[in-house]
């Protein structure tokens, strides 16, 4: 708090400039003010059909070439080119909403169950299914390490009203999580499924990333051929990722 106040008190003073070695320095930031080439505030969107929309409406004046890069999966920004001063105006910054799940991380078996159904695709190439009937039948307690290799494990699972019988958790699973905007085809990628027996909180599942990032330059692809795809027609828009 002291120092935020010091800090404070000192830029309330008037900017000085100080020759050192020959060159110029201020005692204090500046900020320049442009008149002749003012900047607006970025419009906030959520999808790409709205950023789209918003480019083909052509509700504004937009001089020159513009800009269109996928930063990530799960955002797009719209820049113009460099000014007299070389410098750029961001016009619209797009955030897809995307659910979320914690990854690498261990949850309750039950809320593992919710979220594998409510966050990620039930494709029938992929092993969501298997996934769910494993989890939701494993017996308490009976979670145990198979082999001493660190990677397979077995648990009991239920096959009936009565039955009982032993299992080897799947692994490597394929699955095809919410990651990147709603308009494109979700990417499929491998993960390490794991279960572990809590004492106090029972069993536990999680799902580990196991395709190095290659899902990110799947979903940023997807995105840029999606805007590529849209924007055919507007020559002045280049769409990068």
């Given at each position: 708090m002291i120092k935020k106040a010091l800090e404070y008190v000192v830029g309330l003073g008037e900017a000085r400039e100080h020759d050192i070695h020959?060159?110029?320095?201020?005692?204090?930031?500046?900020?320049?003010?442009?008149?002749?080439?003012?900047?607006?505030?970025?419009?906030?969107?959520?999808?790409?059909?709205?950023?789209?929309?918003?480019?083909?409406?052509?509700?504004?004046?937009?001089?020159?070439?513009?800009?269109?890069?996928?930063?990530?999966?799960?955002?797009?920004?719209?820049?113009?080119?460099?000014?007299?001063?070389?410098?750029?105006?961001t016009v619209v910054v797009v955030k897809a909403r995307v659910p979320e799940f914690k990854f690498n991380h261990f949850i309750d078996h039950e809320a593992f169950n919710i979220n594998l159904q409510s966050k990620f695709i039930d494709d029938p190439e992929t092993?969501?299914?298997?996934?769910?009937?494993?989890?939701?039948?494993v017996e308490d307690g009976t979670v145990t390490d198979y082999s001493d290799d660190g990677v397979t494990q077995k648990a009991t699972v239920k096959t009936g009203l009565a039955s009982k019988t032993d299992a080897i958790?799947?692994?490597?699973?394929?699955?095809?999580?919410?990651?990147t905007f709603l308009e494109v085809e979700q990417?499929?990628?491998?993960?390490?499924?794991?279960?572990?027996?809590?004492?106090?909180?029972?069993?536990?599942?999680?799902?580990?990333?196991?395709?190095?990032?290659?899902?990110?330059?799947?979903?940023?692809?997807?995105?840029?051929?999606?805007l590529e795809y849209e924007l055919v027609d507007y020559s002045d828009f280049t769409v990068i990722s």
């Open positions: 020959g060159e110029t320095f201020s005692d204090k930031p500046l900020y320049r003010i442009d008149p002749y080439f003012p900047k607006a505030k970025a419009i906030e969107l959520h999808t790409l059909t709205g950023l789209v929309d918003y480019i083909k409406a052509e509700i504004d004046y937009m001089q020159g070439r513009m800009i269109v890069e996928v930063a990530d999966p799960e955002t797009v920004k719209l820049y113009s080119q460099m000014d007299d001063n070389r410098d750029r105006e092993d969501r299914a298997l996934i769910l009937k494993f989890a939701g039948t958790v799947p692994n490597p699973v394929s699955l095809r999580p919410y990651r990417p499929k990628s491998d993960f390490i499924f794991r279960m572990k027996q809590d004492k106090y909180d029972g069993v536990q599942c999680a799902i580990f990333e196991a395709d190095g990032g290659a899902w990110q330059n799947a979903a940023t692809k997807a995105v840029k051929n999606y």
